[in-house]
């Protein structure tokens, strides 16, 4: 069950569950829903934009980087993303 608005929790949370395996069980693949960190319902663009990431650099991609290497594996999870504007 994930904890809306908290991230940082529910990465936690996983990284115990996660926390029985090694690169020995030979995982391929870490698949993760989408906006499994944050929740999915929001009441508006206003009330999740605290919680948007930048791609490559956000909460999530460290966290699954982190796992994915401990483990020797792909990692895949769904974030709410930030969007940068080319105009700067």
Same mark, same amino acid.
């Given at each position: 069950?994930? %904890?809306?608005? #908290? &991230?940082?929790?529910?990465?936690?949370?996983? /990284?115990?569950?996660?926390?029985?395996?090694? +690169?020995?069980?030979? @995982?391929?693949? @870490?698949?993760? &829903? /989408?906006? @499994?960190? =944050?929740?999915?319902?929001?009441? #508006?663009? !206003?009330? %999740? !934009? &605290?919680?948007? !990431? !930048? +791609? =490559?650099? $956000?909460?999530?991609?460290?966290?699954?980087?982190?796992? +994915?290497?401990?483990?020797?594996?792909? $990692?895949? +999870? $769904?974030? &709410?993303?930030? /969007? %940068?504007?080319?105009? $700067?």
């Amino acid at each position: 069950m994930c %904890i809306r608005d #908290s &991230p940082s929790f529910n990465m936690s949370r996983l /990284e115990v569950s996660l926390g029985k395996y090694t +690169a020995d069980d030979k @995982i391929d693949v @870490i698949l993760l &829903p /989408e906006m @499994i960190f =944050t929740g999915y319902t929001f009441k #508006s663009r !206003e009330d %999740i !934009e &605290p919680l948007l !990431e !930048e +791609a =490559t650099k $956000g909460k999530t991609f460290e966290f699954l980087s982190k796992v +994915a290497s401990r483990l020797k594996c792909y $990692g895949r +999870a $769904g974030y &709410p993303e930030l /969007e %940068i504007s080319s105009d $700067g």
